[in-house]
């Protein structure tokens, strides 16, 4: 088995709510920072970041390293990215299976890659040179997209996972995004969930999204709605119960409004193993994402 | 060309210049067309870029109203392009896109204070340094010191502004009583830093300013001195030198000296 333990129910760190959890403490088992906000010479970023992880696990979750560009990898990026972790000890360093620019470009999107075996070698390739850069094992995450290309052979759980087991990382599901994913390009969510190999997922996303009539757009401004709840236990009782973070980028409610949202992640997470049984990797097994 | 980078190419294109050809790569449903898939990911591009500018210039755009602002990030984004990986560098060249594009020249407060917003958040998240204390600059000869030259704080920047820029933003970034926007008789000097972790700012004396600027373009101590013998005559110049270097110290500008 690959993934190390559960670290329980965390949130995106966002900055409406740094005052209120160094105030309040709130019991959030650990949070997930967005690398790129610390990726700056140094001041209040920085110190706020050191004062969180003096309290909390905290993981390092990426926009910009453009795993399936065609571009040559950011090097200066990933040295940066690097030394951040070297700072902060994350308990692990994600990013997203996508693309963000070529050309000396961002376009600060995270852009669908035709699922073909060109772009799953290219992926591959890029990921294990990542993972010697950073020395250690990254997280995927796998994005909502709009459109899907004739080229694509694969499906977007093939891809996935075959990246995740050729390349030896390992991946960060986001439950709404495959569920928006599902809707847009009418495939089964489950279908996709079933197809993702159980001791790959070492993190969970959830989040919420809005409904343009006939598709939905991944905004991360809505609270999570129950299609997705319901895939969420589905994920659970597919992969047990791995570390889980409500995600909120925008229209973001005060912190104890976000506490309420991951206690019902907390306790539907309970209920589905308490009904189901165990988790499939005992825990014992498990060994830490760091030690790639 | 791979297919990959095709692709992406065609993509980016569409995103950045509006060009059709990504069409041809993309399928689209009866119930979602293309046009309206890719449109997801081209308002998305747009919107992005322009909530960066607005994140990255929230007195300018209080200053103007939404459609005036919204107007402004469309011109701006359709001309400049994301090369950082950080969203938060996106509009480095809003002040000077400002001061030179036919729209806006009359009106040149807003490129003063794009200027100033970009110059305070640089100071706000510029490098971290622990300043130079009294007691160690005591630790000199006075045969060292008209050699001495000192090193500043990564957060130290100097601007002149031509309008009451600092006083607007206060009133902007405070939601207070805004004042009537006034241009100077002749610009200001301006110093911003960061002591600790809050950013500082206060308007320079000409003098003061000259000085400055001399020692942090690495003029030896004795030549600020020299310069401000020029400028005050002999008899005040040896007590100013030693007036502005303390409050520079005590403001923590400088981190070292040799």
Redesign the interface.
Known sequence: MLTRPSLGFGLGLRVDHYEAILAERPAVDWFEVLT??Y?????????YLMRFRERYPLAMHGV?MSI???APL?RD?LRQVKALAARVEPVWVSDHLC?T?????????L?P??Y?E??LA?VVARVRTVQDILGRRILLENVSS??????SHLSEWEFLSEIAVRADCLILLDVNNIYVSAI?H?FKALEYLHAIPVDRVQQIHLAGHENRG??L?DTHDHPVPDPVWELYAAAVRRFGAVSTMIERDDHIPPLAELCAELDHARALCERTLAGEGAPRAPPATRVAARAS | M????G???D??DY??RGSAAIE????G?V??P?A???G??GD??RA??AE?LQANFPALAQLLDSEDFGTLASHYVSSH????????Y?GHELPQFLSTHPDYTDAPLLAELARWEWSMTGA??????TPLTHAALAGFSPQQWPQLRFSWH??VARIGLGWNVPQLWQALTADTERPAASVNREPVPWLLW?QQ?TTYFRSLSATEARALDAARDGWPFGELCALLCDELGEAQAPVQAATLLRGWIDAGLIIGAA
């Open positions: 790129e906000n990726l700056v010479p140094g001041g209040k970023p920085l110190d910009s399936g560009s065609s950011d990026y693309w620019g070529i050309a000396g470009r961002n376009t600060h999107d852009l890659l035709p073909t060109e772009a290219h709009y459109v899907a290309f004739r080229d847009n009418e006939t598709y757009v | 791979s297919e990959l980078a692709v992406q190419g993509f980016q995103l950045l041809a790569h993309v399928l449903t119930r979602v293309v309206t898939r890719l997801v990911y998305a591009y992005r870029l960066a392009d994301s090369s950082f990986f950080s969203i938060r996106y706000f998240d510029a490098a971290d340094a990564p957060s960061r972790l």
